[in-house]
């Protein structure tokens, strides 16, 4: 029989097919959404409900980091931030959040505070609320460490669904990707590890004066968690019938990720990023943006390439390499790192 | 030092301890509810944000139950019942729900689809969109089983807050008690089990009718899970400061729990329901509510007991017992079922 696999999990073609096998495939197309809102028709990092004036936007996400404590942040960290960014992803403004949490039986009291503290502090820099929580206790033998899953709560005028891109708009990256991937593997591989540094932190003071100038023209916006830079192109490649065309040499990678994944046979572009956004732009207004960015400290910021009229049936991502060539570049597959948010 | 323990987890005077401790002292004030809204300055079933016209109402649980099969329903139903009932028990009308699941690597694909079908089985019943998720995998030496986190939204005019009870509010039961506890018990224990069912099951119907009809009367209404009756009333009384006095041979308990307990030295009135409401309620109106639920088919429903001023600075449960004594019913502690919800 057809067990779970670890690549169900990583946020690559096995996650998106058991999705829609299990979930989509039975949920009715009037259940997949409120009304005129956004929801698992189109799944994206945060869905959307109407009120009036605007909308809801609510997201969740469960954290399973291993280790809890890692360079660049903590499982609390990883929460709060990855929360935030969803709902500012899907172009709402971050108002509350709810905790869930489940300990193992025996984890330090200072330990679960330590990495709650962390999540508070996040909420409390952010202006966020922490509404809501749950709390439970697995016996030792069912569970290592502590699950923290967390809802966050937003309000959008106008959100950002990822199935508008329409060809000539230019693909933007904020950061050099792959950071938070490259950090947890390293964790867990015990390779010496002063090189890399997790990314994650929330990306507020970035995206809400995007949001307030440009909402009208960013067609899709994404955090490349889990699956990275490759998923998510090919999920908007799919989502709005296009081809993406990026080139390689101007997706930024920090030389010691780029090595550490050619160490492991990894495609950096597969890894996490948990402090960067990717966003699809208009193009009249793309220079606009990215000068937008570069102004608010985030210096790496490029467009790396854009979306083209699909020639084909097939919605492909296509990289233009170092060498002049093109290569497909493939959603992920397989088991990349298990547990790394 | 201090190591989380299985009564943390139980949902008693442990957890509220570890809670208050590690969260709400540590949440500022004007981060634990966003503007008139409810949130963990009275932790309840639900939170509740101020939109136009009313209040979004919001609410989290973690589900781990234990084994994920057992009589009476399963996880996904336990989740998606367990969700509903807390956003109706703050008042608000149930409108859509997500899910973070966290699967163990090796678990049968079979088996998840089970229990996700149970969920959306719920969620279709009741007419609740289910808007987004997210689905993560953990190895098999890290985590046993399958655990589920739904998060539910809904509307309410006017949510319901347990902080408002007032002396010579009726205490009503709306069926017996102990019922979900006793089911997960005899599983646990490997006890013959033909006698014990869960009762986990979505209280839409008989909760919309009350919530139309007499929202200004209800004071208080919760569905009393993990720490049952004991915890919901000693909760009752610290956030009202009343003393509420039950008579112990109106509480609802069928025999076969109540022998159950006595067996295994655990009193029933700290065993969960999953599909029991309780409700403090204006006095004139409470025969018509309770009228009320009994027409909704809920037979066993009763008036349990009454609030009253508290005459000293403790605001305690007291049982007038069977046989005319009193006793005081304490909060429960102490690890009571592991992985009961």
Same mark, same amino acid.
């Given at each position: ?107 330090? /009291?200072?330990? &679960?505070? $330590? ?10 820099? =952010? @202006? +966020? %609320? ?126 010691? /990720?780029?090595? &550490?994944? $050619? ?10 990023? =948990? @402090? +960067? %956004? ?64």
């Amino acid at each position: 029989m057809h067990k779970i696999s670890l690549a169900h999990g990583s946020g690559g073609i096995e996650t998106a097919s058991l999705l829609q096998s299990v979930i989509f495939d039975n949920v009715p197309g009037w259940l997949k959404k409120v009304g005129t809102g956004l929801g698992i028709d189109f799944p994206d990092d945060s869905a959307a409900i109407p009120v009036p004036g605007g909308y809801m936007t609510v997201s969740i996400d469960a954290y399973t980091v291993n280790p809890i404590f890692f360079p660049g942040g903590d499982l609390g960290k990883l929460a709060a931030a990855g929360t935030i960014n969803d709902i500012l992803m899907g172009g709402g403004k971050p108002i509350a959040a709810l905790d869930a949490i489940v300990v193992q039986e025996g984890v330090e /009291v200072e330990v &679960l505070k $330590e990495v709650v503290d962390s999540m508070i502090g996040v909420f409390k820099e =952010e @202006g +966020v %609320a922490l509404i809501g929580g749950d709390l439970k206790v697995m016996p030792s033998k069912h569970l290592d460490g502590i699950v923290v899953t967390t809802a966050g709560l937003g309000f959008a005028e106008k959100p950002i669904s990822d199935k508008n891109i329409t060809p000539g708009d230019k693909i933007i990256v904020t950061g050099p990707v792959g950071e938070h991937g490259a950090a947890i593997l390293a964790s867990q591989q015990n390779t010496p590890s002063h090189e890399f540094k997790s990314d994650v932190a929330p990306l507020t003071k970035l995206m809400i004066p995007i949001i307030n100038e440009f909402v009208d023209h960013i067609h899709a916006a994404r955090d490349p968690t889990r699956g990275g830079v490759a998923m998510c192109l090919n999920d908007w490649a799919k989502n709005s019938a296009t081809t993406i065309v990026c080139n390689e040499s101007d997706i930024p990678i920090r030389e010691p /990720v780029s090595n &550490l994944c $050619e160490m492991m046979g990894i495609d950096p572009l597969n890894l996490a990023s =948990e @402090g +960067v %956004a990717m966003l699809a732009v208009a193009p009249d207004v793309a220079e606009q943006v990215l000068e937008l960015i570069h102004r608010h400290g985030y210096r790496d910021a490029r467009i790396i390439g854009e979306a083209r009229k699909s020639t084909s049936t097939l919605d492909l991502v296509v990289l233009k390499t170092l060498i002049g060539g093109y290569r497909i570049l493939e959603p992920p597959s397989g088991e990349l790192v298990p547990r790394i948010c």
